[in-house]
């Protein structure tokens, strides 16, 4: 009978052994594949693995341990998101908005500005023609006195230009051809204003029914509603 001897993983010698007790000594885990057998006979020491054949075993590894607890399984990782991140979702949206907000900045603008202008402009004017009536009082009341229009060489008026005010650049007051109503021309006062500045501004009083007339050459738009023409 054939006497086997293994070494330990601290090359320690046990045995003799009988095949039967290799064998059991391989069930339950104490020798294992790579565990260094030697039997009369051969030349050095061998692997069990190498003598599993002549020693009735599987050539593969003892079986794993039983009755502990499986192991946990370990859940995979989830797969990388695909797709755009948040920021360069963000980055495109905000692209697609600039896109067509600017077409739209634009055509306010090109509607709000020229609208803008003219109120200006319309607001100028009337601040000239309310400055002008200011001065109507003073015509009714020489009409009434003296029975004829009244001029700037008349006693209670003053040269033109010293009427100058915040709106108006100077008012002449005389007769006006044509209607031969007693009235007054005031010139606005504008520099800034292409469309405004040195244009007259006429105001005429119908005596038969006591109401005063207003015109001008500037645009109609620029005027308020009782001076257009």
């Known amino acids: 009978m054939i006497q086997w001897y293994y070494a330990d993983p601290q090359r320690q010698q046990h045995g003799p ?8 000594l391989a069930g339950n885990g ?12 051969e030349s050095d020491w061998r692997p069990l693995s190498v003598h599993a054949a002549a020693l009735g075993l599987s050539a593969g590894p003892p079986p794993l341990c039983t009755g502990g607890a499986p192991a946990a399984a370990v859940p995979a990782a989830p797969p990388p998101a695909r797709g755009l991140s948040g920021c360069a979702i963000s980055a495109i949206v905000l692209a697609v908005v600039a896109v067509v907000a600017v077409p739209i900045i634009a055509i306010l603008a090109a509607i709000a500005l020229p609208a803008y202008k003219d109120y200006t402009l319309r607001s100028k ?13 003073q015509v009714i009341a020489f009409l009434d006195a003296q029975g004829h229009c009244p001029t700037n060489d008349d006693e209670g008026f003053l040269p033109a230009e010293q009427y100058a005010g915040q709106a108006v650049s100077s008012v002449v007051f005389g007769e006006f051809e044509g209607s031969n109503l007693c009235g007054l021309e005031a010139t606005i006062e504008a520099p800034a204003e292409d469309d405004l500045h040195g244009y007259p501004i006429w105001l005429e009083y119908d005596s038969g029914s006591g109401t005063w007339e207003c015109s001008s050459e500037i645009a109609d738009k620029h005027l308020p509603v009782e001076c257009r023409g």
């Open 30 to 41: 104490t020798l294992g594949p790579t565990t260094l057998l030697w039997h009369a006979g």
């Open 125 to 137: 004017a009337s601040a000239a023609i309310v400055e002008a009536r200011t001065y109507q009082p």
């Open 17 to 24: 052994f009988s095949a039967d007790e290799i064998r059991a």
